[in-house]
């Protein structure tokens, strides 16, 4: 249950009900993919970095350890001991992006396992049987994934599957939830607008996806080859079609700077392996804007990352040992960098929610948008 | 200063004070080659799973970061944020294990370095200077390892050297301490017994070093080569000339069976690299013995990995979780694997010390010789 607490301009501050814990919002989701976030980070270590919502994978946890087995351990939130809410990506953005020798047909895709090139069939039911034996808290839809920018037609086509898709989904996990034995009866299920960089195309699958009243909805099909402003703008022509009364969800983005721009657009809930990924080469992010940790300037610094910051890396150690061990391709430096840009990146939401009840974001947006995105040279 | 507790035959409960504080002996120092365990572990951690001594490494940390720019930060238990006792390796036995083009002279020894092949020179004095740019609690002496077995002369012209090079350890470090601004001014100097697998060679060594009256020996250049038995006999053979009022130091030794036997022929001090080393590929031990996670067997297992442990991994994840994680090649897979080999050393060594206390280190000995070689096939 989504409530919408306050607005300022499009911005929303809401709170979503789970049964799994309240999810304040705008809420970035922390990944992680195969049931871990990269870099040795635990679910505690999720809850010393203020994560909300876990994000793990369908495509990721089938082909291994196997959803059956995580069932059978009594569901992801068990198997990971994180007990607050788990969303799961429907694994269709990864069968598109990883799996090979892909055969898309109305019934679903088959291709092979990027892992051992084993033959995998997965459709909306399918994928909906994997995310319910997960038991996550909210299960994405299973959608085509297109690449910006592609053919008009082949856009329209996917997009048209894709909310036949998504019926599916919706019958499917019906039926999951009513049986005894469910992991989590109270499963939800987010829709996802597709429709490439095509505005038109946008703007009708909103509206008839919205008309199938799910929990919540996303825009899939964002930050895939387009650019930034392309996003926005697509962004602003999705949103005044997206049900007011339920969460959004902007699918893989992003940067700091896209993070406020999506709040200021209406967006709730985010995700993005930024902050992991970009760690593990030593780009940093701060209130001052960037740092990549590996550069020289930093040798003798005895300073944190962030002076300001509480996370455990700038808590504890300086910027010379953390650029130390990442040189030395030590594992302690990926996993501070890492508890580093996870806290920043919660901080930041965290931040923007403060601006919201303050009555203060356009403030917060004027001041951040501009220090983000630059460089910290000292 | 150490002081002798109690003895039950040659097994000895002794604690060492240090200015970083006081060790209790027997103790398993704990292996942070470059600045840090490898598996993603902080000082933090290193508390949590009840470090008493950590261990650096002169030659690694010479190279990268430099020991001049740790100096500069306050010296290494600053640099790494751990301010209980350290012992640094002297870096002899990685120049001769690591690097190549190795000409060794009266002087030291010139050689490659094994990350950029940059030629570096080491002596007694360098790795002296190096330890107190360090700061370490407790230096080791510059010696030369030989590989077991090596011909009788050689053997005994280098045990020769490495006693020259002792004496200008004590010469050099004892200047060090004495300028104005050494990091650590009370740093300690252990010395190394040599002499391959030749009994008269080590006994004229032990004795002849004995006689330099140093804070600490230890006994070097074994479990390089040679039988574990032919290591047994000769720690028998070296112990009744080790000053029974100095700690005594088994140098990278070893597996959970060879402390009890070391413990039980007089040593008070070990390190190795085994239990993280081994964590990395699945092998873990427990107070059942040894077990691969990696096994099938442990696929579905919802039990931590030893009943018992008060770990971090086994207050926390399950066999079927850890198992999964290392089988996907995930970093925390390693780390809680790591986190749980380096707590069980550190207890294996707290349970001798207790058993000690009691006076039941015979009783402790027949237990556990028997059970922590075995295989835990539940």
Chains 1, 2 share one sequence.
């Not at 999810?23 to 203020?50: C, E, H, W, Y």
């Not at 049987?129 to 086509?157: H, W």
């Not at 799910?214 to 926005?232: D, F, H």
């Amino acid at each position: 249950m989504f409530r919408l607490i306050r607005k300022e301009g499009s911005a929303r501050r809401g709170e979503f009900v789970t049964v799994h814990g309240t999810v304040q919002t705008p809420v970035f989701m922390n990944v992680g993919t195969s049931a871990t976030v990269k870099g040795g980070i635990s679910a505690l270590d999720l809850r010393t970095v203020g994560c909300q919502v876990e994000l793990s994978n369908t495509y990721h946890l089938h082909l291994r350890p196997g959803d059956e087995l995580i069932r059978q351990l009594g569901g992801l939130h068990k198997f990971m001991n994180w007990d607050r809410p788990i969303l799961t990506d429907s694994g269709g953005f990864q069968v598109f992006s990883l799996a090979s020798l892909r055969k898309i047909t109305e019934e679903g895709v088959r291709f092979a396992s990027h892992i051992d090139g084993r033959r995998i069939f997965m459709g909306p039911e399918e994928s909906m049987r994997i995310q319910s034996n997960l038991g996550s808290t909210i299960a994405m839809a299973f959608d085509e994934c297109v690449a910006n920018p592609s053919p008009y037609d082949y856009v329209k086509e996917s997009s048209e599957r894709t909310i036949r898709w998504l019926v599916r989904c919706r019958a499917e996990l019906d039926r999951l939830n009513s049986l005894e034995g469910t992991v989590n009866p109270h499963q939800m299920l987010f829709g996802i607008n597709q429709g490439g960089t095509y505005p038109d195309l946008r703007i009708d699958n909103m509206q008839r996806i919205a008309e199938l009243g799910l929990e919540g909805y996303a825009i899939g099909g964002l930050a895939v080859g387009e650019e930034t402003q392309v996003m926005y703008d697509l962004i602003e022509t999705v949103e005044p079609y997206m049900p007011a009364d339920r969460p959004r969800y902007l699918m893989g983005v992003g940067t700091p700077l896209n993070i406020i721009e999506g709040v200021a657009r209406g967006v709730d809930f985010f995700d993005c392996v930024m902050p992991s990924r970009n760690a593990r080469h030593g780009n940093l992010f701060t209130w001052h804007g960037k740092m990549n940790i590996g550069n020289e300037r930093f040798a003798e610094d005895p300073r944190p990352i962030d002076e300001g910051c509480g996370c455990p890396a700038c808590r504890n150690h300086s910027r010379a040992y953390i650029r130390h061990l990442l040189k030395a391709e030590e594992m302690l430096g990926m996993r501070l960098a890492v508890l580093h840009n996870l806290y920043f990146y919660n901080e930041l939401t965290a931040k923007i929610r403060e601006a919201l009840d303050a009555g203060k974001f356009t403030e917060f947006y004027d001041k951040y948008t501009r220090i983000l995105g630059e460089r910290v040279d000292d």
